[in-house]
């Protein structure tokens, strides 16, 4: 199973950007995906994540309201779609996954992991 994600850059505060993350060598509809960042000198925090069927997805408290996570089973690919974009959103991304149906917030949980792409968010 290999994940790729991608879309990270740089953005002002209140900018958006659209986070993927593609899968390949696996049924991604079969999987539950999850979005974690890390920021320098932190630990791997969770952000969000959506069951394999698609119909319950999870998210951070500091993203609610403000980031979107979809799937597009057809395509084997999850994104986060990321509005009002803050300074403290700055992170490197990455995405995971896990054949269970889970939208667990613990890191340890997540099978398989991309390379992830970095976030930059300018005040």
């Known amino acids: 199973v290999q994940l790729q994600a991608s879309g990270g850059g740089l953005v002002q505060a209140g900018g958006s950007l659209r986070l993927s993350c593609a899968a390949s060598?696996?049924?991604?509809?079969?999987?539950?995906v999850a979005w974690f960042r890390e920021a320098p000198g932190k630990e791997r925090g969770f952000v969000a994540a959506?069951?394999?069927?698609?119909?319950?997805?999870d998210y951070a408290d500091s993203v609610k309201g403000r980031f979107i996570m979809s799937r597009d089973n057809a395509k084997n690919t999850v994104y986060l779609q990321m509005n009002s974009l803050k300074s403290e959103d700055t992170a490197v991304y990455y995405c995971?996954?896990?054949?269970?149906?889970?939208?667990?917030?613990?890191?340890?949980?997540?099978?398989?992991w991309g390379q992830g792409t970095q976030v930059t968010v300018s005040s």
């Open positions: 959506i069951r394999w069927s698609g119909r319950n997805t």
């Open positions: 995971a996954a896990h054949r269970a149906s889970t939208t667990s917030p613990r890191a340890d949980v997540w099978r398989y």
């Open positions: 060598g696996v049924t991604f509809s079969s999987h539950s």
